[in-house]
């Protein structure tokens, strides 16, 4: 577990093929396996973002409001 995160460059784009969006983040995975970090993926249909950024708001808010 890590227990402080570095910042780590994400890149968010359409996917060439497909009807998603894909969120990636470079290291952003400790493989303990093979002892380093990887890079994620996340793809996230398109019926589903409008449910994720919604999502996503409610978290802030309630983050900001502790």
């Known amino acids: 577990m890590t227990l402080i995160r570095k910042q780590n460059a994400v ?3 359409a996917a060439h ?4 969006v894909v969120i990636h983040e470079e290291d952003g995975f400790y493989d303990p396996q ?12 398109v ?11 409610a978290a802030k808010k309630e983050i900001l409001d502790r």
């Open 17 to 20: 093929e497909g009807r998603f």
């Open 47 to 57: 019926t589903h973002i409008d449910t994720v950024i919604e999502a996503l708001q």
């Open 34 to 45: 093979n002892g380093e970090t990887v890079d994620v993926f996340i793809n996230i249909d």
């Open 11 to 13: 890149d968010i784009y």
